[in-house]
């Protein structure tokens, strides 16, 4: 499986990005993608998630009800829908994929086996 993430950029607070995640080698409806986080000096943070198959949806708390994670099967992509940003948000945004066949949300990084090349989000104040 092979991730490629793009679509952050410079924004504002406030203001809104959506970056996205096209999956080659395997079908988004098949795989378990997770949206990382990673700002200088701090670990890589869970975001969100979503499930194989059905496609159930999982946040971290500091970004409920603003962020969205979302797949088109059609363009097989998985889609990061960021609104309301703060300038906290920023850091570099990652995709990934597991190969469990089980419909599983997993918030550690080790968890995963494919990662997608990073996605700067800047928010500025």
């Known amino acids: 499986v092979q991730l490629q993430a793009s679509g952050g950029g410079l924004v504002q607070a406030g203001g809104s990005l959506r970056p996205s995640c096209a999956a080659s080698g395997s079908t988004v409806s098949m795989i378990n993608v997770g949206w990382f986080r990673q700002a200088p000096g701090k670990e890589r943070d869970f975001v969100a998630g979503i499930t194989n198959r059905d496609g159930r949806t999982s946040y971290h708390d500091s970004i409920k009800g603003r962020f969205t994670i979302s797949r088109d099967n059609a363009k097989n992509t998985v889609y990061l829908q960021m609104n309301s940003l703060k300038p906290e948000d920023t850091a570099v945004y990652y995709c990934?994929?597991?190969?469990?066949?089980?419909?599983?949300?997993?918030?550690?990084?080790?968890?995963?086996?494919?990662w997608g090349q990073g996605t700067q989000v800047t928010v500025s104040s």
């Open positions: 990934a994929a597991d190969r469990s066949v089980l419909s599983l949300i997993r918030v550690s990084p080790a968890h995963y086996d494919y």
